[in-house]
């Protein structure tokens, strides 16, 4: 029994190397045509959930370039889930783990790969509805994520060309709406450091204010207020913010 099993794991394995790299490893006792069908399928079944995620980079590289990064992380990549979205991620977590060469050549690529599967991400997770408290505190009605980018990936399409793309740093602010709407939003750097304040637990006035006031400190007593009252603005207009009671 011990034999067999042994017998049958070593086959499991070379079946599975074959699979992975089929030029390099023996052939398995199996009929060649038929593993050949077996392998492309689920490689293109791979590619496809990859090409799903991610239109956008696919769209600017060169397609032998993107090809070339499916093969090799069929190959190489240690997948231990199914679905696409962990197959996805897992594409662009090999590329950022084995500080893969191309993200050297296209230093925008890995900040692209980020958003894009942010957007599959928040389309398909299961957010939990916050508990709103005290309507005398600054408190955010959605989960959001405020990201920092070097180039406004969040701007781009499918047809966006190499030509297009420039580094403009810039913060965003990122959620998915009661109607189950991703949306995006552009912040300052201040609102973009406040808001993730506010992602985090709700805050005072008076919390808020000294916390520009310790990250601004050249800002009048006066312009403060304006930064507080264009940004209880912003999050009001996005629906974002409970109903607050000003004192």
């Known amino acids: 029994m011990t034999v067999k099993k042994s017998t049958f794991q070593m086959t499991q394995q070379q079946f599975c190397r074959w699979i992975r790299e089929p030029d390099i490893e023996q052939i398995p006792t199996f009929p060649l045509e038929r593993m050949q069908i077996y392998r492309d399928l689920l490689f293109?079944?791979?590619?496809?959930?990859?090409?799903?995620?991610y239109p956008v980079a696919r769209s600017i590289l060169l397609e032998a370039q993107w090809q070339s990064l499916l093969q090799e992380f069929f190959q190489k990549a240690k997948c231990q889930s199914p679905l696409y979205n962990?197959?996805?991620?897992?594409?662009?977590?090999?590329?950022?783990?084995?500080?893969?060469?191309?993200?050297?050549?296209?230093?925008?690529?890995?900040?692209?790969?980020?958003?894009?599967?942010?957007e599959l991400y928040l389309d398909t997770v299961e957010i939990e509805e916050i508990r709103l408290t005290q309507s005398t505190t600054w408190q955010l009605t959605q989960k959001v994520w405020?990201?920092?980018?070097?180039?406004?990936?969040?701007?781009?399409?499918?047809?966006?060309?190499?030509?297009?793309i420039e580094p403009i740093p810039s913060a965003i602010m990122v959620w998915r709406d009661d109607q189950d709407k991703v949306c995006v939003e552009s912040l300052s750097p201040l609102f973009a450091m406040l808001i993730e304040q506010l992602s985090f637990?709700?805050?005072?006035?008076?919390?808020?204010?000294?916390?520009?006031?310790?990250?601004?400190?050249?800002l009048s007593e006066q312009e403060t207020h304006v930064q507080l009252d264009e940004l209880i603005m912003?999050?009001?207009?996005?629906?974002?913010?409970?109903?607050?009671?000003?004192p």
């Open 201 to 218: 637990k709700p805050y005072s006035e008076i919390e808020l204010y000294d916390l520009i006031q310790s990250v601004v400190p050249d």
């Open 146 to 164: 405020v990201l920092v980018y070097q180039y406004p990936v969040y701007r781009w399409t499918t047809a966006t060309t190499f030509a297009q």
């Open 86 to 118: 962990d197959i996805s991620l897992q594409f662009r977590e090999y590329l950022a783990d084995h500080q893969h060469p191309i993200l050297q050549e296209y230093p925008w690529l890995e900040e692209l790969l980020q958003f894009e599967w942010l």
């Open 44 to 53: 293109n079944n791979v590619c496809s959930f990859i090409n799903l995620v």
């Open 234 to 246: 912003l999050l009001t207009q996005l629906r974002l913010l409970n109903n607050l009671e000003l």
